[in-house]
């Protein structure tokens, strides 16, 4: 199993946002199917400290390079990063959010959220992407979340990063599926990171909640097989409700109760 995933995805994977949380993870969970990492993000000391256990655990070649997913020098930051690393599997995992009404929020910062969110996956799916099609074989794994079935109030800018990315892979994922390369979205639900820990109102119930673990491994498992997946039956259910049974106004309104009720006092 990890012989396949290796000569269908490797040699290296390369970790876009991977100090923490579930870039984190999903580094782990590929060095332990026998990939080589390379991890991206803008922090060296995690970086480093998780490169030097993957190697130590994994026995994994493992790399860590600092690089500003937001920069506009990015395909410049991102060649000097890769180097001449065969990368055979992208995850684009970071995300950037801003919680609150979108009329108070500096526009500099949510013009950030589109910069991170939807032009990072964007430049790195072409670049590396071009270079997979070239070898006809590599898999890209891109991060939508269950804010993408629909519009979201006081994350609404968030939200609709997030269905970018839904609609992206789903089109690459026929697209490029044609020429050997595997792509899916993963539409997680609430889960245990450091940064949901960040946002998380001190003393709010925090419903339902799941862990990175078993997000990663679905969506591993996911990958080659589906154009997105749902993390977990929970969400699964929620994604059904939200998106086919209700009415999409009724959606939206669900939810704005939701974010509403977690942030506003
Ligand atoms: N956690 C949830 O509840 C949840 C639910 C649904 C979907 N998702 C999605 O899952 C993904 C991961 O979420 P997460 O909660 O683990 O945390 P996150 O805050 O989205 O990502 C954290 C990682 O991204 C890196 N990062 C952030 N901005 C960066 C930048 N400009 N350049 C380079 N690296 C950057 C961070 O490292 P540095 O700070 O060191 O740069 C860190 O390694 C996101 O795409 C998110 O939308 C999460």
């Given at each position: 199993m990890s012989g396949e995933f290796v000569a269908r995805y490797g040699p290296w994977a390369l970790v876009a946002g991977?100090?923490?949380g579930l870039g984190a993870e999903f580094a782990r969970q590929l060095a332990a199917r026998g990939l080589n990492v390379l991890l991206l993000a803008r922090r060296a000391e995690p970086l480093e400290a998780l490169a030097a256990e993957l190697r130590r655990d994994h026995r994994v070649q493992a790399r860590a390079a600092v690089v500003d997913?937001?920069?506009?020098d990015l395909v410049a930051q991102l060649g000097a990063a890769v180097g001449e690393l065969e990368i055979g599997l992208l995850v684009y995992n970071a995300a950037y959010s801003v919680v609150g009404a979108f009329l108070d929020q500096e526009l500099a910062s949510t013009l950030r959220t589109i910069d991170v969110n939807c032009r990072g996956p964007v430049i790195l799916s072409h670049v590396l992407g071009q270079k997979m099609a070239a070898r006809r074989r590599g898999g890209i794994i891109l991060m939508a979340s269950l804010a993408a079935g629909q519009g979201v109030p006081l994350v609404a800018t968030y939200a609709a990063t997030k269905a970018f990315n839904l609609i992206l892979a789903e089109g690459l994922w026929e697209e490029l599926g044609r020429v050997g390369i595997d792509v899916v979205a993963c539409r997680a639900g609430a889960t245990r990171t450091p940064n949901f820990e960040r946002t998380q109102p001190q003393g709010?119930?925090?419903g339902i909640v799941g862990e990175p673990g078993p997000v990663v491994t679905a969506t591993l498992n996911a990958l080659g097989r589906h154009p997105s997946v749902v993390p977990g039956w929970l969400n699964g259910m929620a994604a059904f409700l939200l998106g086919?049974?209700?009415?999409r106004r009724a959606a939206i309104q669900i939810m704005g109760k939701a974010t509403r009720g977690m942030y506003e006092r």
């Open positions: 991977a100090s923490e997913l937001a920069a506009p709010q119930s925090q086919r049974l209700l009415p």
